[in-house]
């Protein structure tokens, strides 16, 4: 489970902190990392909402991190969105995807307390 590893790593979590999130011990951790065990699917479940990929990305069956969208599977807000965003310069995308990853974070940390 290398692609565990390599989100851990990337979002600057330690095993002990992904082992309390998931309520596990770090020495599953550790196990699923090198994979020694696959997570549970409650784990998994948890592993997509902290790293915000796709379960498939998660085991290894996809290299696509999210799920494709289509057009046609967007409620219209979200079509709006998407206009937006395309209507915004390179640094315009920047500070709106920081912004938005920060207020997901905040979120998290929120639901944790």
Known sequence: ???????????????VRLSIDLEV??????????????????????LREIFNVSIDYILGLSDQRCPV?????LKPEEADIVQAYRRLDDAGRERLLSYMQGYLDARQENKKQ
């Open 25 to 46: 011990s770090q020495e599953a951790i550790s196990a699923y990392e090198v994979g020694k065990h696959y997570p549970s699917a409650k784990s998994l479940i948890k």
């Open 1 to 15: 489970m290398n692609r565990i590893k390599e989100l851990r790593i990337e979002k600057h979590i330690t095993q």
């Open 69 to 73: 969208v289509r057009a046609d599977d």
